[in-house]
């Protein structure tokens, strides 16, 4: 991907497989909120393709692709403050979803996110956290069968963080889910697979006990720089 002279992301061969949890990490500049842009059809790659369950998407515009059922939860919040839990996700299901249709996947959102004690509560009047697993409902509302997630853990509590991960167990059981974090220790609770951004390359690639215990992971987020070739 290239904007002008700027090349945001060069020679990436990335591969997930499905039901997994696959973490995206790598210092500011990586190139990780690029990548993501182009598996949602936000951007078209200058080169090279995205393919989705063997289909080609790149070139898809976006709600063609999420369609096709990838969803993503960005870090620009999507929720109406002076609306309730419920009716923020069955605005959310609405998109797909009519009538008593509709109602009953409100129902199975607000059980599997255990949010029903907080169903009529005001969204305006939620935790950070509370409102972070609001957002991913609403994803969720979509039906993705690959989901998403842009920092889900970030400004959250220790606890919060926690029952995120919990979370993330729970929506991969029938899902892939894809997740920029910078939160080792929540990446660890996560991830089947972690690959490495830097400087819009892949860095290194492999299980998250590989990965993480790479010094070298360590040294590219402390700003040393590594040659790619080398
Ligand atoms: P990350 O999300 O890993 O922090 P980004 O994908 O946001 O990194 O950015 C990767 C590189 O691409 C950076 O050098 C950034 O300045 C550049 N970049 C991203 N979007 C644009 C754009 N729309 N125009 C020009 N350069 C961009
Ligand atoms: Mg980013």
Known sequence: MRFGGVVAIHNVDFEMARGQVHCLIGPNGAGKSTFFKMITGQLRPT???????????????PFEIARLGIGIKTQVPKLFDELDVRENLWLAARRRKKGAAANRLVDSLL???QLAPLADKLVGRLAHGQRQWVEIGGVLAGEPSLVLLDEPAAGMSDAEVDRTAQLIGSIKKDRSVLVVEHDMRFIRMIADHVTVFHQGQTFTD????????DPRVRDIYLGKSFRHDA
């Open 111 to 113: 059980d599997e996110l």
């Open 206 to 213: 492999g299980t998250a006990q590989a990965v993480l215990s």
């Open 47 to 61: 080169a090279g393709i995205v393919t989705f369950a063997d289909r080609t998407i790149s070139g898809f515009r």
